[in-house]
C-alpha cells in the first residue's frame, strides 16, 4: 500500500482519527508542561498529576464511576488481560481456591479468548459458550453454564467486527445473583452507547482511546471498589496506579483520552443519530443499486456506525483491491492477516462462502454524505464486474 492515504475512510471500528480538539488538549503536556505525574515534589510533576486525575474523572463520569475507579492502560488488550489474568489469579490465590473457571462468547476479541486460555496453562477451567445467528448471548445458556467455581464472566460490551450490543444489564444481574465477577470489553462501546456500571452491574471495563478519537496508546480498565474487585498486577514496578498497573504515565496520552471522554460524552446522542442515518442511507443505496446485499448481526441491537454486509457472489478481498479509494475491512484489524474465514462469521452461522464475500463497513464522526455516497458507488460499480469474471471462470470450467 502507498503512502497516500486512501480517498474515503470507513474502517472506524478499526481505529479513528485524532480529533483536532484532542490534539490541541495533549499538545502542551509534550513541551511546557512536561512534568512526571509522580514526581509530585515540585510544580512541574503537580501540575502533570492534577491533569492525570481531571482526566481520570472525566473518563468515570460517563460511567457513573468513582475516579479511582479508572486505572490507566496502554490500550483495550492491556486492559482485557489486566481484567481477566489480575481478577482470575487474585481469586485463586487469596479467595477460594476452588474458583478456578472462567465463562465467555465464541466471538470475543482475540485477546480476551487468548488471556483465558492462558490461565488454563495454570489450572483454570474456561467455558466458550456460542451465539445465536444474530451474535447475541443465550441468557440462559449463560446462566446454566455458571456453577460453583465460576470467577468471572467476560462478555464484550459491543462487537468490534459485526457491531452487536449484548444485553449488559442481563448479564450483569445474573453475575451480580451468582456471586461472579462481570467483565466486559467495552472498547468499542464507550462513548458511543450510554453505559451505567453500577445500574448494570459491571465489575470490570476494558476502555480504548483510539475507537474513540484519541491516540492509539492509552485505555483504561474500571475496576469497582464496593464490593471491592482486587487485581493482581500483570507486571512488576513502581506500584503505581495504586498498585494496579506500575510504570510512568504519560499526562499527555491521559489528557488525551479525558478529553475524547469529555467529547464523546457531551456529543453521544446528536452524533449517534447522524452517525446511524448514515449508515442507513449506506444500505438503503447499496441495496437499491445492488442485489444480493444482506446484513450479517443483529440489525438493530447494534453500533450505530457499524454494518457488517454480505455480497452474494463476490469476494471480499478482491472488491477491496478493485477499489482502492475506499477504505473498509474483512473484519477486525487484530485478525485481518488471516486466510481463515472470520472465527466470528463462522461462529453467527455463516458457512466459509458467505464469510468470504463480507465487508466490515464503520462510520464515524468526521464521515459526510458525500463519501457515503461515493463508497457506494464505487462497490455498486466493482461488484458486477467482479460476479462477471467469477461467471465467466465457471464457464470455462465447464
Known amino acids: 500500500m502507498s503512502g497516500t492515504p486512501p480517498a474515503i475512510y470507513l ?7 485524532t480529533d483536532p480538539r484532542v490534539v490541541e488538549a495533549m499538545l502542551p503536556f509534550f513541551t511546557e508542561r512536561f512534568g512526571n505525574p509522580h514526581s509530585t ?24 464511576a468513582d475516579p479511582r475507579e479508572i486505572v490507566f492502560t496502554s490500550g483495550a488488550t492491556e486492559a482485557n488481560n489486566l481484567a481477566i489474568k489480575g481478577a482470575a489469579r487474585f481469586i485463586a490465590t487469596y479467595g477460594r481456591l476452588d474458583r478456578r ?8 476479541h482475540k485477546c480476551v479468548l487468548e488471556s483465558c486460555r492462558d490461565l488454563t496453562a ?40 459485526i457491531g452487536v450490543l449484548q444485553p449488559l444489564a442481563e448479564i450483569g444481574a445474573l ?26 452491574a459491571i465489575d470490570l471495563m476494558s476502555i480504548s482511546g483510539h475507537k474513540i478519537y484519541a491516540p492509539k496508546g492509552i485505555g483504561a480498565l474500571y475496576v469497582r471498589r464496593r464490593p471491592r474487585v482486587r487485581l493482581t498486577p500483570l507486571f512488576s514496578g513502581g506500584g503505581q496506579e495504586r498498585g494496579a498497573r506500575s510504570g510512568t504515565l504519560s499526562p499527555a496520552l491521559s489528557v488525551a ?42 440489525r438493530l441491537r447494534r453500533l450505530p456506525g457499524n454494518l457488517n454486509i454480505a455480497i452474494e457472489g463476490v469476494d471480499a478481498g478482491e472488491l477491496m483491491a478493485a477499489m ?10 487484530c485478525t485481518s492477516a488471516e486466510v481463515e474465514p472470520s472465527y466470528v462469521l463462522t461462529a453467527i452461522g455463516l ?21 457515503v455516497d461515493r463508497a457506494v458507488a464505487a462497490i455498486a460499480a466493482a461488484a458486477p464486474r467482479l460476479r462477471a469474471d467469477l461467471d465467466q471462470v465457471g464457464v470455462a470450467a465447464q
Open 175 to 200: 453475575c451480580r445473583r451468582h456471586g461472579v465477577l462481570f467483565h466486559t470489553d467495552a472498547a468499542q462501546a464507550y462513548g458511543k452507547i450510554p453505559l451505567d456500571v453500577d445500574a448494570m
Open 122 to 161: 495454570e489450572g483454570f477451567r474456561l467455558t466458550v459458550l456460542p451465539v445465536d445467528g444474530a451474535g447475541l448471548v443465550d441468557l440462559d445458556r449463560l446462566a446454566a453454564a455458571i456453577t460453583p467455581d465460576t470467577a468471572l464472566v467476560s462478555i464484550m460490551a459491543a462487537h468490534n467486527e
Open 324 to 333: 482502492p479509494e475506499v477504505a473498509v475491512s474483512t473484519g477486525s484489524a
Open 351 to 371: 458457512d466459509a462462502a458467505r464469510a468470504a464475500t463480507s465487508l466490515r463497513i464503520g462510520f464515524g464522526r468526521f464521515t459526510t454524505t458525500d463519501e
Open 101 to 108: 473457571h472462567l465463562v465467555t462468547l465464541a466471538t470475543e
Open 41 to 64: 515534589s515540585h510544580g512541574f510533576g503537580r501540575d502533570a498529576a492534577e491533569a492525570v486525575e481531571t482526566a481520570r474523572a472525566e473518563i468515570a463520569a460517563p460511567l457513573g
Open 11 to 17: 474502517d472506524y471500528q478499526s481505529t479513528t482519527p
Open 257 to 298: 483520552l479525558g478529553m475524547a471522554a469529555r467529547l464523546a460524552t457531551a456529543e453521544q446522542a446528536a452524533e449517534a443519530a447522524t452517525i446511524r442515518a448514515l449508515a442507513d442511507r449506506f444500505l438503503a443505496r447499496l441495496t437499491a443499486l445492488l442485489p444480493g446485499v444482506s446484513v450479517n448481526g443483529d
